[in-house]
């Protein structure tokens, strides 16, 4: 299955439970605009490279389109429109006044310097500026792009459009960014282990938790919940995964990546294992985030996990998906898993407007209040109409982008 096909899938299903109207199924399902634009961008030792850059508009009938931009070697037109279809059901889920977007631009992060980068961000804009906006479409850090990149973007648009922060989120915080944005989506998928575990009925002192991925995402997570006393056993990144029984001393790996350039290669403190083991590891929860399609038909039968959290987009494919709920391993699906850091940059967007800076204490709280009430709205609907985490999380979201498009008189 091609990429924006799983989220199709994951979107009948749960219109199926809802019984959608063929109009709305049609309506929501296709996106409102797809750019493709020609980026002519000289590299440093003088050649001219044409890159194609993307950005998919899927919905805003609840509000100015939102979703991060991606700088990576696969981006497709394919990806980035199943990736904006994610996002119209994530705001959703998370009930935030957006709707959904996202955006890539196909270039290998690895190989390029920082000046072509900055290179490319200001070309990006140049060609997308009067289609995005504090009120249209507003871009955020993804995959190989972060808050430097951000700022080049805000300085490019606001030679267009003058001072406008809000037209990004994802800023430094000397840009106008927020406290809390860079470990929101990790603390975030930390904040929801410990309410599933909950509502499995198992202990979140002791649970243990193997995480791939020790990026931004996977780093915080982990040391959220080692902080709730979980044991994570496990992590890993591109250098391989990392094993230790007794777990491991998060604080002291978060160091050690640091001083070694952002990897673990070498990490002394655990048994090194292969990145397929970490996944098949016999643990309480098993947290991938790093890439997607990492769980698929080959190894879903020997994941041991009692749980998944999703914090990377996509991670289990929709085929071992049925797999592991024939197998009954829940799954937090990543429309609601990873829907932290979207929530904060809500946070970030309205302190822009209101031209009033957040403290940490008020964006843990509201993040902490916001995620908790999605969880518990998707988790008592899944009980209730006896659905999966994922299919009751796509309900929750487009029974109300279905009620807003209603409401707006764009269907009866
Ligand atoms: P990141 O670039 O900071 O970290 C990615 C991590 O994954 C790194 O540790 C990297 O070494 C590792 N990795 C890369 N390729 C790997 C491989 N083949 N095998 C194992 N590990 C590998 O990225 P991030 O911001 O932490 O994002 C991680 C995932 O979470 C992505 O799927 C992203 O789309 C998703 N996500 C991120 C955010 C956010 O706010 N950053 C929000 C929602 C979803």
């Given at each position: 299955?091609?990429?924006?096909?799983?989220?199709?899938?994951?979107?009948?299903?749960?219109?199926?439970?809802?019984?959608?109207?063929?109009?709305?199924?049609?309506?929501?399902?296709?996106?409102?605009?797809?750019?493709?634009?020609?980026?002519?961008?000289?590299?440093?030792?003088?050649?001219?490279?044409?890159?194609?850059?993307?950005?998919?508009?899927?919905?805003?009938?609840?509000?100015?389109?939102?979703?991060?931009?991606?700088?990576?070697?696969?981006?497709?037109?394919?990806?980035?429109?199943?990736?904006?279809?994610?996002?119209?059901?994530?705001?959703?889920?998370?009930?935030?006044?957006?709707?959904?977007?996202?955006?890539?631009?196909?270039?290998?992060?690895?190989?390029?310097?920082?000046?072509?980068?900055?290179?490319?961000?200001?070309?990006?804009?140049?060609?997308?500026?009067?289609?995005?906006?504090?009120?249209?479409?507003?871009?955020?850090?993804?995959m190989?792009?972060?808050?430097?990149?951000?700022?080049?973007?805000?300085?490019?648009?606001?030679?267009?459009?003058?001072?406008?922060?809000?037209?990004?989120?994802?800023?430094?915080?000397?840009?106008?960014?927020?406290?809390?944005?860079?470990?929101?989506?990790?603390?975030?998928?930390?904040?929801?282990?410990?309410?599933?575990?909950?509502?499995?009925?198992?202990?979140?002192?002791?649970?243990?938790?193997?995480?791939q991925g020790?990026?931004?995402?996977?780093?915080?997570?982990?040391?959220?919940?080692?902080?709730?006393?979980?044991?994570?056993?496990?992590?890993?990144?591109?250098?391989?995964?990392?094993?230790?029984?007794?777990?491991?001393?998060?604080?002291?790996?978060?160091?050690?990546?640091?001083?070694?350039?952002?990897?673990?290669?070498?990490?002394?403190?655990?048994?090194?294992?292969?990145?397929?083991?970490?996944?098949?590891?016999?643990?309480?929860?098993?947290?991938p985030a790093a890439l997607g399609g990492v769980?698929?038909?080959?190894?879903?039968?020997?994941?041991?996990?009692?749980?998944?959290?999703?914090?990377a987009n996509s991670p289990?494919?929709?085929?071992?998906?049925?797999?592991?709920?024939?197998?009954?391993?829940?799954?937090?699906?990543?429309?609601?898993?990873?829907?932290?850091?979207?929530?904060?940059?809500?946070?970030?967007?309205?302190?822009?407007?209101?031209?009033?800076?957040?403290?940490?204490?008020?964006?843990?709280?509201?993040?902490?209040?916001?995620?908790?009430?999605?969880?518990?709205?998707?988790?008592?609907?899944?009980?209730?109409?006896?659905?999966?985490?994922?299919?009751?999380?796509?309900?929750?979201?487009?029974?109300?982008?279905?009620?807003?498009?209603?409401?707006?008189?764009?269907?009866?």
């Amino acid at each position: 299955m091609q990429a924006f096909e799983a989220v199709q899938h994951y979107f009948n299903t749960a219109a199926d439970e809802l019984e959608l109207s063929e109009e709305l199924r049609t309506l929501l399902s296709t996106p409102e605009r797809e750019i493709t634009v020609q980026l002519p961008v000289e590299m440093d030792d003088g050649r001219l490279v044409s890159l194609l850059g993307y950005r998919v508009q899927h919905n805003r009938v609840r509000g100015p389109m939102k979703g991060g931009l991606r700088y990576h070697h696969e981006v497709d037109l394919d990806e980035v429109r199943s990736l904006a279809s994610l996002m119209t059901w994530k705001t959703a889920v998370v009930n935030i006044p957006f709707g959904g977007a996202k955006g890539g631009v196909t270039v290998d992060n690895r190989a390029i310097s920082p000046r072509e980068k900055e290179r490319i961000t200001r070309k990006f804009v140049d060609e997308i500026h009067e289609l995005i906006g504090p009120d249209k479409d507003i871009p955020a850090p993804d995959m190989g792009t972060d808050h430097e990149v951000m700022a080049w973007f805000v300085n490019q648009y606001n030679k267009y459009a003058g001072f406008n922060p809000a037209v990004v989120t994802g800023k430094p915080v000397e840009h106008y960014g927020i406290p809390g944005r860079e470990e929101a989506t990790g603390r975030g998928v930390g904040i929801l282990t410990i309410k599933s575990l909950g509502r499995l009925g198992c202990k979140a002192r002791g649970a243990t938790v193997a995480i791939q991925g020790f990026g931004n995402v996977g780093s915080h997570a982990a040391k959220f919940l080692s902080e709730a006393e979980c044991k994570v056993v496990a992590v890993s990144d591109l250098s391989g995964g990392y094993y230790n029984p007794e777990g491991l001393d998060i604080m002291e790996a978060v160091r050690y990546a640091r001083e070694h350039g952002n990897s673990l290669a070498g990490y002394p403190g655990a048994e090194a294992i292969t990145n397929h083991d970490l996944l098949e590891l016999d643990v309480t929860v098993l947290i991938p985030a790093a890439l997607g399609g990492v769980i698929h038909t080959e190894n879903a039968d020997r994941i041991r996990a009692k749980l998944i959290v999703e914090a990377a987009n996509s991670p289990v494919r929709p085929e071992a998906d049925e797999i592991l709920a024939q197998r009954d391993v829940a799954i937090l699906p990543d429309v609601l898993a990873n829907a932290g850091g979207v929530t904060v940059s809500y946070f970030e967007w309205a302190q822009n407007r209101q031209f009033y800076q957040w403290n940490l204490n008020r964006v843990r709280g509201e993040l902490d209040h916001l995620l908790s009430t999605a969880f518990e709205q998707v988790w008592d609907l899944s009980a209730e109409r006896n659905v999966t985490l994922r299919t009751a999380a796509f309900m929750v979201g487009i029974q109300r982008v279905a009620r807003a498009a209603k409401l707006a008189g764009l269907t009866s």
